[in-house]
């Protein structure tokens, strides 16, 4: 690299290795996470310039990127291509395809088209490295990119992806590696050794009701124009119906609900717990986000696949606690998330939360789009290769052959829901996907993405949740009380 001037800041692209982690890398103190590129991992790290040079000798990576900040950092942020069928890419509009279109749209002032500037003579701002730039970049590859923008940007950058992009705000200071502790990775093995098939856990999952999950998802996609909502974008009024309807509803199956906020002019997490009825610190997580996005320029964010099925699932989970008046050996919490479609904030405060109150979270497993399938392929379940326990999904995966036999289970390149803001805590998690395979819904992240359409499954909706139901139940313990 050569510089004529002495950048502010250095920024590191990297193939991940646990190694840096060891010994006395001055790296380690200068981890910002690590992110999907494609079929690979890049760690990001911005170290001190003194760091540099030690570094080249002890972890050169040959594809390693170095970078120079020339004006001051404000956020990073991680972008990249969403793992996609190859019939979806070719659906794209070209003007939406790529980075570059959205690079100028970024380069733009956030509240103005691109006609309107250029009405108002400001061509200017159209040129890259001017001052009336507004974001610098520091990695690009085919399948993602690692750029500084404004706070305010980094706000709506979901807004201005193109349609198969999405977005990663990076925390604004270094993180600690921290990987999961044997024990907790034991006691999961310990629970798959010992897990076989339970006729009352059968007959509690098999409660589940159908019916009462296509009403709840027309309540929460404004299909059946009884909520008034009309997107649940995190910054939308409808986000905020939604948040309070899903708290009360909970509430009423006998669970302690809060509305957190996380972060100002975001609509909150919804956290849900039910106490343990032994007296014990262990606590297991399901979760979704409620919050949704639309197509770029619309103002309509149903999000019936992303992610209402998977916040229906975990509705209708508590609905079947309540029913049933299960009381759990373990504590148990019910989440849905708020600003999952800006880079998976909300469940970022939320673990940070209970990882600083040395909270004892044995597992989270993490529901996002559970209800869509190509027309002509059965109904699935996709778990992560990467982001996520390896042994949490193999639970996942022991509990689906036993309850849900109806599903082909399989892992998926799809990535990076909030489960990965638990995995970056140490806390054992993995996800639920609707899909051994990329995405392939095509209406995803689009106005039109409503529960009555074809290929929108509901048996497949019921069977994932019934996953995750059983799953929790298997490891806790319970007694049912009605
Ligand atoms: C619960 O267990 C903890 C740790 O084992 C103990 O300190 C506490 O006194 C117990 N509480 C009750 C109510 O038994
Ligand atoms: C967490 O809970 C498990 C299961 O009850 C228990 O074995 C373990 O000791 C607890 N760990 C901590 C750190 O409290
Ligand atoms: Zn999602």
Redesign the pocket.
């Known amino acids: 690299m050569t510089m004529n001037v002495i950048p502010l800041a250095l920024l590191l692209i990297t193939p991940f290795d646990r190694a840096i982690f060891r010994g006395e890398s001055c790296l380690s103190t200068s981890y910002y996470g690590t992110y999907r590129d494609g079929s690979t991992y890049q760690a990001v790290y911005a170290p001190e310039h003194a760091c540099m040079d030690n570094w080249l000798s002890d972890f050169a990576a040959e594809s390693a990127t170095i970078s120079g900040a020339f004006q001051p950092v404000q956020q990073l942020v991680w972008v990249e291509e969403e793992s996609v069928d190859e019939t979806l890419k070719s659906q794209a509009v070209s003007l939406d395809a790529g980075l570059d279109s959205f690079l100028e749209r970024l380069s733009l002032s956030p509240y103005r088209t691109l006609d309107q500037a250029l009405e108002d003579h400001e061509q200017d701002v159209l040129v890259y490295g001017k001052e009336e730039q507004h974001y610098e970049l520091f990695y690009r590859s085919p399948h993602a990119a690692l750029l500084s923008v404004s706070h305010d940007k980094a706000r709506i950058i979901d807004t201005l992806l193109p349609r198969f992009w999405r977005s990663i705000i990076l925390p604004t200071s270094p993180v600690d590696y921290i990987p999961i502790p044997l ?1 907790a990775t034991q ?1 999961i093995r310990d629970v798959i050794t010992g897990v076989k098939f339970d006729p009352v856990v059968a007959s509690l999952v098999n409660s589940l009701s159908v019916t009462q999950m296509k009403n709840d998802i027309r309540f929460l996609t404004g299909e059946d124009g009884k909520s008034g909502i009309v997107s649940r974008h995190s910054f939308a009024e409808g986000s905020r119906i939604a948040a309070s309807w899903l708290k009360h509803q909970i509430e009423d199956t006998g669970a302690v609900c809060e509305l957190k906020p996380f972060l100002s002019g975001f609509a909150p997490n919804v956290v849900c717990r039910y106490e343990a009825t032994v007296n ?3 606590t297991v997580l399901i979760s979704a986000h409620y919050d949704s996005r639309g197509s770029f320029g619309s103002t309509r964010a149903p999000g019936g696949d992303d992610d209402g099925s998977g916040t229906t699932g975990i509705l209708s989970i508590a609905r079947a606690i309540g029913a049933k008046g299960i009381k759990f050996r ?1 504590n148990v919490e019910l989440v849905l998330f708020a600003g999952e479609e800006q880079g998976l904030l909300g469940s970022r405060a939320y673990s940070r939360e209970l990882k600083a109150a040395g909270s ?1 979270l ?1 597992l989270v497993i993490q529901a996002d789009m559970t209800a869509y399938h190509a027309l002509d392929e059965p109904a699935q379940l996709g778990l992560p290769k990467t982001i996520g326990s390896p042994e949490a999904g193999d639970l996942v995966s022991a509990i689906a052959g036993i309850y849900s036999p109806e599903l082909v289970v399989g892992y998926t390149s799809v990535c990076c829901s909030d489960h990965q803001s638990f995995h970056q805590q140490g806390f054992p998690a993995t996800q639920v996907f609707e899909r051994v395979g990329p995405i392939v819904d095509p209406m995803y992240h689009n106005s039109g993405d409503l529960s009555g359409r074809e290929g929108y499954d509901f048996e497949q909706l019921k069977a994932i949740a019934k996953v995750q139901f059983a799953t929790v139940l298997h490891v806790t313990g319970f007694d049912i009380t009605k």
């Open positions: 024990y006691r014990t610190s262990e373990a004892n044995t």
